[in-house]
């Protein structure tokens, strides 16, 4: 009856827990509790001292023989209980740990496991705790949290002198130093949150670790009981601190309603959570800035804080291993008002900056010539003496070539354009880059803000030419920027090329040039040095849109970018730019197949400005020396003759850009062909990533969305096509295409793909149907940072001979074939296929005339085309 009785007491208090859990949390989510964290920590303490009072299993353990205590750890020790943290305790004895230990554990935490609390406990003596503390540094700081909460409080101030004498005072500089380093070890694995899309905001950089490692060693070097108290011991200044707790403030109630809208502890920021938590934040649409764009500025803006606050604060409290290099060097400052002091450069005084403010700007052209960071007192003075930077300051010579230094300077481990954006230097010199400093670009291939892709699109150029970057496939880039005249500029443009994304709406790259011109005029640049960093900026998507979205077969393309471009120095800027600025984008903005599309628009835009527009004469001595070398090939007068008939049907396109090897392999697939009404060739690349699918059949209208349909039912993605018709009615439609996922079974793979592709062809398997199941749940789904609509473009101006079709939509499996499908009903043939991307957005293109082989130019027909492809295009795009 006794033991019915208890348990009801404790199910009565978990469900009263609950009630105010429940009536807390509604508070905070109505903006209703500004100390959440607080009373969510006191509420938990209030039921485990009632329940330590209640208690049937603690009197028997007699608390006068062997006193204990529950103290509360980690984040509920520091009373920072979010809705879904763990709720971490100690159960401490005196002396040993009694048997009837598990009993009381069972009997104070079963009823909170059986509400859904995710509780964590240890049951230690004082001893062991001291013991382990001492080996172990994650038991060591959930011990520097520790919280009493019920039982005998002596035991708490006896665990902490002891932890103090036996732990902290024999080794506090080896347990400092160890904090700093695992913090580093935990950033390299979560990357740093300041710059991340998906940022975890516990864990990674200028995260809530950050924050906490700052309390443990200040708990280690000055016993501190608080937070408050790291402004108390000269740890931090009153304006620090009040920063720090801003951007605290804003980080947690970003963490509570992330679990919130989880349902679960979760400190990863994914994209599907975001939209959802700036709509919760009240976040609405300004300056051409969405929502969730102006939430996750914000939180990168308060997350910066918290990792400078960080590393300003281990600068001057923390003991780290001066370099070898330090050591041997011992470097030193020949600029009068600065000093090298413990291998960091700080002001010899605040008079001396008042005395001499170009001491603002030679600190961080000394920090780059010295390889010596900042001190954090200097940066302290940089910004307290910010307001001198005035116009007078930003336009002198002395800046000017002070900062080209800086900017010139080679990439190394001191980041001091980093330096400059993050003390606030560069935006109080450059006032236009305040617009894109946290300026969030909400999709999937943009990794950074704004400002912080900008330099690092500086730093990835300075990179080319280092042995590194010739490892990782650069040494065109390194070559090119060895010998390059012009340095200087191209690296003025890096800084600026996405400056005008700051403005709202579209069109950044041409506001961002007219920007820049006032920007440079001011400073006295040269007219001509003015007009070829405006070219670039202006120009800086060219190469990279023409080459993802264009047919580099097609000689008009190249010659109309040759003749935009004109100056071969021009061009090599203009590729070097944008080389630094996809690699700086992401992975999914820079792989091996833009890197090579790239390239060879690069060398062949190269070659028409050196030698002029691609002659007809010398097309026609290309195509000759093809045909001759195909000729050598036939060892019969027989042989060599059927070959001249077969260069007949060939188009003159065709001949041109085909190689020799090609057209022998296409001329072997055409005899295998016989009655049937394709075969194909499978090649693997050399690079094993991609396959080359060569197909000859005899042509009909529809077979490019056949083809790929058939892909798209066994899951092989389509990378780029070329296609050709010979004047025998045979078609030679090429495929570059991804693997099948399963390699082991990848032969199996393509013959179903083959025995698929002759159903289609004779009718007898209806694509439609077959593709409908595997396309329908994607038709409807935009992906998670998509904000902007279908849009479809059709180009008659760009090539003589077809009509360009632009197709910007949201990928799903089935894409190609939907919108070829639609093409085909239109009365369209497919020619040439590109797949690109434009930020979250897949760019589908495509060459096309109509079974008459014309272009399509009225406005009825365009006007029936763009309404034909929007219908099949995933809804809501």
Not at 248 to 258: A, G, P, T
Not at 706 to 726: C, E, H, P, R
């Amino acid at each position: 009856m006794l033991v019915t009785n208890m348990k009801n007491n404790y199910d009565h208090a978990s469900k009263m827990l609950q009630k105010k859990r429940d009536r807390l949390i509604s508070g905070f989510l109505n903006k209703r509790d500004p100390l959440f964290l607080e009373h969510n920590a006191r509420i938990l303490d209030d039921y485990f001292r009632e329940s330590f009072e209640r208690s049937e299993v603690g009197p028997i353990m007699r608390i006068n023989k062997n006193p204990y205590a529950i103290f509360a750890l980690g984040g509920y020790g520091r009373e920072e209980q979010c809705i879904h943290s763990d709720v971490d305790l100690l159960f401490l004895f005196e002396k040993n740990v009694p048997d009837k230990t598990e009993d009381l554990i069972k009997e104070i935490l079963y009823p909170l496991w059986d509400i859904g609390l995710d509780v964590g406990h240890a049951t230690r003596s004082i001893k062991e705790c001291v013991s382990l503390s001492g080996k172990d540094l994650e038991v060591l700081t959930s011990v520097l949290d520790a919280r009493f909460i019920c039982g005998v409080s002596l035991l708490y101030s006896e665990l902490m002198e002891q932890i103090l004498k036996k732990v902290i005072i024999k080794r506090s500089d080896k347990i400092i130093n160890r904090l700093i380093e695992s913090n580093l070890q935990r950033h390299d694995r979560f990357g740093d949150s300041t710059n991340l899309l998906e940022p975890n905001i516990k864990e990674g950089q200028g995260g809530l670790r950050d924050y906490h490692t700052m309390l443990w060693i200040g708990r280690i070097k000055y016993n501190i009981k608080q937070p408050r108290d790291l402004e108390y011991y000269g740890c931090l200044s009153y304006d620090e601190f009040k920063i720090l707790s801003e951007a605290l403030s804003f980080i947690w109630e970003v963490r509570n309603r992330l679990h919130y809208i989880a349902g679960r502890k979760c400190d990863q920021l994914y994209f599907e959570y975001q939209t959802e938590l700036a709509n919760a934040l009240n976040f609405r649409k300004q300056n051409g800035l969405q929502p969730v764009e102006r939430f996750l500025s914000k939180l990168h803006s308060r997350m910066e804080v918290l990792k400078q606050q960080y590393l300003m604060f281990i600068g001057e409290q923390a003991y780290t291993k001066k370099s070898k290099l330090s050591k041997k060097l011992n470097p030193q400052t020949q600029i009068n008002g600065l000093e090298v002091k413990r291998d960091m450069l700080n002001f010899v005084s605040s008079e001396a900056i008042l005395d001499s403010p170009d001491l603002l700007i030679k600190i961080f052209e000394e920090s780059a010539r010295l390889q010596v960071p900042l001190s954090s007192e200097a940066k302290r003075l940089l910004k307290e003496f910010i307001y001198l930077i005035d116009d007078d300051f930003r336009n002198a010579s002395f800046a000017l070539k002070s900062f080209e230094r800086i900017l010139f300077a080679p990439p190394t481990t001191i980041d001091v354009l980093n330096d400059m954006l993050s003390t606030g230097f560069l935006v109080q010199f450059i006032p236009e880059f305040k617009n894109i400093v946290n300026r969030i670009q909400y999709d999937e291939y943009h990794i950074y803000p704004v400002a912080r892709h900008s330099l690092l699109t500086v730093k990835t150029i300075k990179k080319f030419g280092m042995p590194d970057e010739d490892k990782a496939g650069n040494q065109l880039c390194g070559s090119l920027y060895k010998e390059l005249s012009s340095k200087r500029l191209l690296l003025w443009a890096a800084l600026f090329h996405d400056i005008g994304k700051g403005e709202p709406a579209g069109g950044h790259s041409q506001k961002g040039a007219k920007i820049v011109k006032d920007i440079l005029k001011k400073r006295g640049f040269k007219k001509s040095d003015i007009e070829t960093i405006i070219f670039l900026i202006n120009e800086h998507l060219l190469l990279i849109k023409t080459a993802s979205r264009r047919d580099l077969n097609d000689e008009g393309t190249v010659i109309a970018c040759a003749g935009k471009i004109k100056d071969i120095e021009r061009l090599i800027m203009l590729y070097l730019l944008t080389v630094s600025d996809s690699i700086s984008t992401g992975p999914k903005a820079w792989n091996e197949w833009t890197s090579a599309l790239l390239r060879n628009l690069f060398l062949t835009v190269l070659n028409i400005l050196k030698k002029g527009e691609l002659a007809t004469g010398e097309a026609v001595e290309t195509v000759n020396k093809k045909k001759e070398e195909i000729l050598l090939s036939a060892s019969l007068l027989q042989e060599k003759q059927k070959l001249e008939r077969f260069f007949e049907v060939m188009s003159p396109r065709y001949l041109l850009y085909t190689s020799a090897q090609d057209i022998l392999e296409h001329i072997r697939l055409y005899k295998k062909l016989g009655d049937t009404d394709f075969v194909w060739k499978v090649t693997r690349t050399s690079d094993s990533n991609t396959r080359v699918v060569t197909i000859c059949a005899k042509d009909r209208p529809g077979l490019f969305s056949k083809i790929a349909g058939v892909f798209t039912l066994n899951s092989i993605d389509i990378l780029d096509t070329q296609a050709y018709t010979w004047r025998n009615n045979i078609a030679l439609d090429i495929f570059k295409v991804k693997p099948p996922l399963d390699q082991i079974f990848e032969t199996e793979r393509w013959d179903k793909a083959e025995e698929n592709l002759k159903s289609a062809l004779s009718d007898e398997l209806n694509l439609t149907e077959a593709l409908k199941e595997k396309m329908s749940p994607y038709r409807t789904i935009r992906p998670r940072t998509s904000q902007r609509p279908n849009r479809i473009v059709v180009d008659n101006e760009s090539s003589v001979f077809f009509t360009i079709i632009e197709v910007f939509t949201y990928d799903f499996p089935g894409l190609l074939f939907s919108i070829t499908d639609a093409l085909f009903r239109c009365g369209l043939d497919v020619w040439i296929s590109k797949i690109s991307t434009k930020v979250d957005q897949v760019v589908d293109i495509f060459y096309v005339r109509d079974f008459d082989g014309q272009k399509v130019d009225s406005s009825d027909q365009v006007a029936a085309i763009k309404d034909t492809i929007a219908e099949v295009l995933p809804e809501g795009g």
